[in-house]
């Protein structure tokens, strides 16, 4: 605490943690505040698929570099949360987490990857579901456990999307949902929330919940109810509306949930570019209410047309039409009103019991018996992965972006730097005014600064600050 305090006397800059927050009942929540928490991401997979390859030593969390100018540009953007689907647990993404974390954004992480052996299949789950596939997942968790603002965790991405694996998947998801819960209740501090992100296939998508959040035999402890549910909709195309684009029929089909519900992905890109105007209707009054925000897809330009940032081989980046457009729709939103928003003092949904009477389509699967844990499985989640791959909240000893950034008539974005914000504060458009005109005041939503970084149970703060400063200090407390 000395070395804390002569710091804040140097005007040193201190890097605090995010609040970790919970999935309780049909919200998130921040617990310390008690204020219901809306998700306001992007998709983040910098290389596309190809920027995920465990041989090369890779994923999309693995650069510091890389995170630096991504998060500053985030920032800027005005979200508060990154989706990241394909990561190798053996990796250290230290310095990435703590940049984001630093920035004010929480992360949603897939466990699963396209790799063989890295995900359950949608054809014949049965023969996916072995230990090393779940051992895998584990060791993501252990990767990620420590982080302050891992929010969540995907157990599954889309493996449903047709009735005819709908009549076969959903009991593997809920078993891989079911194991993965109980490794965190063994060996994780706080409950970090698991969940399956869906494929928005309308045939499938609400009978997929139910199996889902349902209580089987209407125990509400039941380890294989999902703690979440998301769903990727590309249903809003262009200047849509909320009856138009069928958000409508979404609100009223999840009315009622048990668990939280947000888009793990949104965006149609048809018409390009983008105008974003569903971002109004995700944070008003006519979703709010059952949604928890939502993640676009996607942060990095590839092929499919879907990107914000059109990234080049050296690290440089132009910002395209949709970064602003976008950018522009979060601008226009009241963030102090929406993530000030406390839940309803009714009581909350209970979770309904699982029976064949929840699903609607006659080929969804009714049978809640769900697989065992395949052998060999039971001794890792009682004793842990062995060797666990371990994470942490790092010193970050420079915030400025080294990469070359072009605005979209192509002057150089100049001063670019992730902004550390306080203790407890998430990014909101207006944190970061890299760009010389915005002029926030860098204490994010749910934000009380705090002068006495504390280390309360289970967190973690950090101090990051200049090497040469430290020493500087260190030096000064010496004297
Ligand atoms: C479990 O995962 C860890 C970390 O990736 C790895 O070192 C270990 O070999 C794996 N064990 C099994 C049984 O797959
Ligand atoms: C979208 O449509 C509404 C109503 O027709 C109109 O007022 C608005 O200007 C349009 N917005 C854009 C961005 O085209
Ligand atoms: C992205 O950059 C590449 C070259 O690096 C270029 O060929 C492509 O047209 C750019 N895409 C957009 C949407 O600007
Ligand atoms: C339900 O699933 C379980 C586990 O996969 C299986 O053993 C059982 O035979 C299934 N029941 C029916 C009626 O298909
Ligand atoms: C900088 O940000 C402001 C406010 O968000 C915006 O109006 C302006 O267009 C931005 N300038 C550039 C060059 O992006």
């Known amino acids: 605490m000395l070395i804390h305090s002569a710091l804040l006397a140097l005007g040193a800059t201190i890097a605090a943690a995010v ?8 919200y998130f929540i921040n617990p310390k505040t008690g204020n219901r928490f809306q998700i306001v991401g992007v998709a983040y997979q910098p290389g596309g698929s190809a ?7 890779k994923d999309p969390l693995s650069n510091k570099d890389i995170c630096l100018r991504d998060a500053a540009l985030m920032q800027i953007l005005g979200v508060n949360a990154i989706r990241v689907y394909n990561l190798d647990p053996n990796l250290n993404h230290d310095e990435c987490a703590s940049i984001f974390n630093a920035a004010g954004m929480y992360m949603l992480v897939d466990v699963n990857s396209p790799l063989v052996g890295e995900s359950l299949t949608s054809d014949k789950p049965w023969e996916s579901y072995y230990a090393s596939y779940l051992n895998r997942t584990f060791a993501v968790v252990e ?11 995907f157990s599954g991405n889309e493996v449903i999307f047709n009735e005819e694996n709908g009549a076969t998947v959903p009991p593997y998801v809920r078993a891989v949902t079911r194991d993965l819960k109980n490794y965190v209740k063994n060996h994780v501090s706080r409950p970090i929330p698991v969940g399956y992100s869906a494929a928005d296939v309308r045939d499938v998508l609400f009978d997929s919940w139910n199996y889902f959040q349902c209580a089987i035999d209407g125990e509400a402890n039941d380890m294989s109810r999902a703690d979440l549910f998301a769903l990727n909709s590309y249903s809003w195309c262009g200047n849509s509306s909320f009856k138009t684009s069928g958000y409508d029929t979404l609100v009223e089909g999840f009315t009622g949930s048990s668990v939280p519900i947000f888009y793990s992905e949104y965006g ?4 390009s570019p983008r105008i974003f105007t569903e971002v109004q209707a995700i944070y008003g009054s006519e979703m709010t209410g059952v949604f928890s925000g939502g993640v676009v897809y996607e942060y990095v330009q590839e092929v499919n047309n879907y990107g914000l940032v059109n990234l080049s081989s050296d690290g440089s980046a132009d910002l395209l039409s949709d970064f602003y457009s976008l950018r522009d729709q979060y601008a226009k939103l009241d963030f102090t009103q929406i993530q000030g928003a406390k839940p309803p003092s009714t009581a909350a949904p209970k979770p309904p019991t699982c029976s064949s009477k929840l699903i609607t389509h006659k080929e969804f699967t009714t049978n809640f018996t769900l697989p065992a844990v395949p052998p060999g499985a039971q001794d890792i989640i009682d004793k842990g992965v062995s060797p666990a791959p371990s994470g942490k909240i790092v010193t970050i000893d420079s915030w400025t972006v080294t990469h070359e950034i072009r605005n979209r008539d192509g002057s150089i974005l100049t001063g670019l730097a992730v902004k550390p914000l306080a203790d407890d504060a998430t990014n909101q458009p207006g944190t970061n005014a890299a760009n010389g005109t915005a002029t926030g005041t860098g204490t994010g939503t749910g934000a009380s600064p705090s002068a006495t970084s504390k280390n309360a149970a289970g967190r973690t703060a950090a101090v990051a600050l200049p090497v040469t400063l430290v020493a500087l200090v260190i030096a000064a407390i010496a004297l």
């Open 51 to 57: 920027g995920y390859n465990p041989a090369l030593g």
């Open 19 to 26: 609040q970790p927050l919970e999935a309780k009942d049909n």
């Open 268 to 271: 149609c890109n048809d018409p």
């Open 143 to 153: 990767a990620f456990k420590n982080y302050p603002n891992t929010l969540a965790f």
